[in-house]
């Protein structure tokens, strides 16, 4: 992959809502931009990839210890390396993280997540038993949810990202 990050005009106008419902739409993930803080570009509700995701950043510990504590890291890394960074989050889903540049300086993040690596069985059920307390019939249930991806479509959303303009 040639682009390791989406490299913008200054002042171009970008419809970030837009790239976050394409994103939704053709690759079944949730995807948000943030600012260099890491304050939502967008607002209203995320649409999310799966219930299980939805869930876990609705709980209080669930949103610190899987969700926010993966998102900040993996933009302190993408910031470090001005390069797209992706990973497993701590329940076992892949995220990937693709810098907003403009003009040599990290300007935000576009943040995609919410499906396993190739099967389901790499969800980490305990973990998230543990973390947020959901009993193992119901996240059976957000099982049925969730489409796992392939290190194919891993890189083509990394590429759709980087070429938008």
Not at 144 to 159: F, L, N, S, V
């Amino acid at each position: 992959m040639k682009n390791k990050t989406l490299s913008l005009k200054k002042h171009a106008d970008i419809d970030w809502g837009f790239l976050e419902s394409m994103l939704h739409e053709n690759y079944h993930v949730h995807a948000l931009t943030i600012d260099r803080e890491g304050g939502r570009r967008t607002h209203g509700k995320i649409v999310w990839a799966n219930k299980l995701c939805s869930l876990l950043k609705a709980s209080p510990v669930g949103e610190d210890r899987v969700w926010s504590m993966t998102q900040r890291s993996m933009c302190c890394d993408a910031r470090a390396g001005k390069c797209c960074v992706r990973d497993e989050c701590p329940a076992g889903l892949i995220k990937i993280v693709v810098p907003i540049v403009i003009e040599n300086n990290i300007d935000g993040f576009v943040c995609v997540g919410g499906r396993p690596y190739v099967s389901t069985d790499r969800i980490y059920t305990d973990m998230i038993q543990r973390v947020i307390g959901l009993d193992e019939e119901e996240i059976q249930k957000c099982l049925t949810t969730i489409q796992p991806i392939d290190y194919r479509t891993i890189k083509e959303i990394m590429a759709c990202i980087t070429s938008f303009n």
